[in-house]
Structure formats: C-alpha cells, structure tokens
C-alpha cells in the first residue's frame, strides 16, 4: 500500500463568499478518486458539488464490487446510475471533472477527465496525465458566456466531462505505468494546479517536494498566499479570489 496523504480547502464563490467545497476524494484500498464539481451554467440546475457528492459515491460503490472493472466502464457505469436516479439528462446536468488512481502489485492507472490533473513521478521524471481541451477552449475565447459552455460541454469539438452523458467517460486521458517504476503520484483539482500552470509559482518535482517534506497543506497555502497577493485578481486574471483546493500524495516509494 502507498502511503496516502491529503489537503481540501473550500474556496470561495464567484461573488467572493465562502461557501462548502465542491471537491471531494475518496480513498478505496486500491484507488483514490479526486472529483470536482463545475460551477452550473444555470441557476435552475443543482450545483457541480451536489453532483461530484454524487458521483464520487456511485462510483467508488462501482470500484468496490468490480476493483479490476476498466476505468472508463465503470466511470460510465457510475454516471448512468446517478442521471437515472437524479432524472438528470444530457446537456441539462450538473457536471464535474473525475480522476482516479488505481494500483495493484503490478501496475498503477490514472483517468483524467476534465482540469484535474494525476502526475506520477519515477526514473523517468515527471508524467503529467492532464486533459487540456478545457484550457485550450479558454485560452482561444471560445468560453466566453454560459452558451459558450453549453454548446462546448461533451461535443467533439469541445471539452468532455462527467454529467449525464456517459460516453463522456471514454474521452478519458488514460496513462498506465508498471507499479516499480513509480516513486509517487500527486492528484490536484485546478485550485491547485493553477499554481503550476497559470501562477508559475513552482513545477510539478516542486510540488511534490513541498508536499512530501512540509505536508499537502504547504502546497495549498503556497497557492492561497500568491492569490492573497493579488486580491482583484489584477496579475492573475480568474473568476473567483480563491478556487476550492485538493492535493492528494501517493508515495509508492515508503
């Protein structure tokens, strides 16, 4: 078993109140599932979080009775159940982002779909398992209003992500690796990852350092530090002061 370490913290809303986190994790004998719930694009649907709650749930219920069941079916598998008991119907769902880790004695998987990244680190460096349609669809103009969102939510000519549709699932980012080539694993919803990829205050070997010497938590308040420093968002230009965070450790290494 590796050792698993972990740091959550809610963020605020985008009229800069605190409201309750809409990441959540689980930790299954032989897998961690890290989900984070998109803000809706409407108001009359339920918020990301409800549904991430969800989701997480189904899913690891899904892992524990078939642990060796493909990623991509069971993720399926799990959206299916949770549209059908929720009445939830493609395109007109709460959404979220899913990564998951699974290991046995041989080999360590990683499914990422949406903004939250798995790196796994070894001889070979550093592997970034990230799913980049949504930052690149951002990046280009092309989100600019909630229809933007809309039309672009699970089109193939967009970005795939965990509602009602559960094809999304096998538009997963997959990476695999033999279990003794890998050291350790990190896990991060875009609250932190905006520390490596947009705020440019550390790389990924950084991250990892941090966390393993002074905990999860360093890497956390390293992020809200930087946007303590810029409260209106004037250096960094985002929606909210301050994302909900998770950053899962896995250290295969002991």
Known sequence: MPEISTAERAGVGSDGRPRPTEDHIALLDQAVLVL???TSPSPDLPPGGWYAHL???????ELRTNPQEDLGKALATAITAVAKDNGLTPGNSPSSTVSIL???DSEIEALVLADSPIVAFGQ???DVVSD???LSLRNNGLLQTGADVRQKRNAEDGFWVAEADPSAAHKAVRRSWSRTDVDAVLIATDGVAIGVDEYGLFAWPEVLQLAKNKGPEAVLDAVRAAEND???AVRWPRAKRHDDQVLVLAD???
Do not use: E, Y
């Not at 989701?55 to 219920?61: G, V």
């Open 36 to 38: 984070d719930g998109a």
């Open 55 to 61: 989701l997480r749930d189904q899913l690891a219920q």
């Open 102 to 104: 699974r290991w046995n």
């Open 124 to 126: 070979f460096g550093a």
């Open 132 to 134: 980049d349609r949504l």
């Open 230 to 232: 810029d409260p209106h």
């Open 252 to 254: 295969f290494a002991g």
